[in-house]
């Protein structure tokens, strides 16, 4: 078996692109700077991690060093009560959703009233 061609690999290609889309507006991330007392580099770094950007990246896209950004996010992560970059991203797109709610703007995600099901509808069998 030839390896040859997995020697070009690079540890920054990856199968999975960065995601295409964007949760969050500036009116958002202007309400979670507010919200949190962010600095606009905090918020630089908050933006980069929500999409999908790792230490290394972030640190390179803003000429800084990684142990920069992992400041930032320490800072950013107990200003939030956060542990993890997922759980930050969560807990933003639920205030930007809030938030929307409040001020009647566009929600990052659309809001979808599920209907409870019925309960004359049983999915359960009768046996004659």
Known sequence: MDHSKTKDIKPDDSVYGLPAVILLNPKHWFYIQKRYHMSPREVQVAKLVCQGLSNEEIAKDLKIKRGTVKTHLRNIYRRI????????????????????????????????????????????FEIP
């Open 81 to 124: 009560r956060v542990k993890s970059k997922i759980k930050m991203l969560l807990k933003f797109v639920n205030v930007a959703i809030k938030f929307s709610i409040k001020s009647g703007t566009t929600p990052p995600i659309p809001i979808i009233d599920i209907e409870k099901p019925d309960k004359k509808t049983s999915t359960s």
